[in-house]
């Protein structure tokens, strides 16, 4: 498991690292867990930029990095346009910065000076987030071609008259001939969800609601069936209550 943990001041980054450390084997991780330092934002940033094969499991960071730098989360928005949908734990000072992160899949707010048992709930609340897609995916025949796919990294699906349209994070599109009724029994129920007759949304991309519209993480904006709204509306808010 990889972590990377981000505050400007170096005993709070000891301190962190400890606590994080702490509330993992308390969750049961065993593997080998490797974790990176950082003192800014923008250093993650760089970091990942020329080391794009590093992938974090989960990213923790103080909010606050000083004047003339990114803060928590502005660091938390160019991640999301680098297309990284790692999970992200803000710890800060002052709770008017909340509202601000909407929209950017901050997991959880953590009120400075960190507690061992805030950190141990918000990791607890990472590491369900992320078993549970993980290794799970489905088969598909896309052409002459037989492709396996992440449930984790499809977006939402798309029927168009008889072809399943599967749309990844990546911008990808795979198209297939399957009734859309057994994809939707397919998909994990935890997180995906029929807004539409031709529309299955994974809500780990979604960002929010307005009007009648399901607006993802990327600005896709996809229409919600009118008889549909109010269950979409209760699946949006229980999932950001369970996962967020």
């Known amino acids: 498991m990889y972590l990377a943990i981000c505050d400007d001041d170096l005993n709070e980054l000891k301190e962190l690292t ?19 330092a950082y003192q800014y ?17 989960i990213i923790m960071m103080d909010n606050d990095f000083g ?11 160019k ?3 680098m297309e990284i949908t790692t999970p992200v734990i ?8 909340l509202r601000q992160g ?18 141990d709930e918000a990791f607890t609340a990472c590491l369900k987030y992320i078993n549970q897609l993980e290794g799970k995916e489905m088969i598909i025949k896309n052409g002459i071609d037989t492709i396996a796919i992440r449930f984790k990294e499809i977006m939402y699906f798309e029927c168009c008259a008889h072809t399943v349209i599967a749309h990844t994070k990546n911008k990808n599109e795979f198209s297939f001939i399957m009734k859309f009724e057994l994809v939707e029994k397919m998909v994990p129920q935890t997180c995906f969800m029929k807004i539409h007759k031709g529309l299955i949304v994974n809500f ?8 009648s519209d399901l607006i993802l993480n990327d600005g896709t904006i996809l229409p919600v069936a009118q008889r549909r ?16």
């Open 67 to 77: 004047e003339n730098t990114l803060n928590g989360i502005e660091t938390t928005k």
């Open 102 to 119: 909407y929209g950017y899949g901050i997991f959880r707010y953590i009120i400075k000076p960190a507690k061992q048992e805030d950190i």
């Open 79 to 81: 991640l999301r346009e």
């Open 18 to 36: 400890i606590k994080c450390k702490h509330a993992l084997v308390s969750a049961g991780i065993t593997s080998p867990l490797t974790i990176h």
């Open 90 to 97: 803000i710890s800060t000072s002052h709770d008017d910065y």
């Open 229 to 244: 709204r109010t269950q979409c509306l209760d699946f949006f808010r229980n999932y950001v209550k369970g996962y967020m």
């Open 41 to 57: 934002g923008h250093a993650l940033i760089e970091h990942i930029e020329k080391n794009p094969q590093i992938q974090y499991d």
């Open 204 to 211: 780990n991309y979604a960002s929010r609601m307005k009007g």
